[in-house]
């Protein structure tokens, strides 16, 4: 059974990933700043904590991208909650 911890952080991954797909930066802003805060949580699993730097790159280089060239700064994003998603 997962814990409150992984299921706190497979919503705001989710989250997360649904802001950049519909092209909302402030919420995008906000999720990545509860995943920040969350993610000390997961230390002890290196492939997960390292998953989760790489989402919060790629969803900052999203975010530094202007909007009407975000497209392709979105699939790694999506990919990366995926990954995460499958390790939670």
Known sequence: MASTNQLLLQALVKGLGEAVGR??????????TRIRLIAGHFDTNPTL?????WLLLASGDWMKTDAPNRVEAEQPVAELVDRITQLL
């Open 23 to 32: 092209n909302d930066e402030a919420a995008a802003d906000r999720y990545q």
């Open 49 to 53: 904590s390292v998953a989760l730097e």
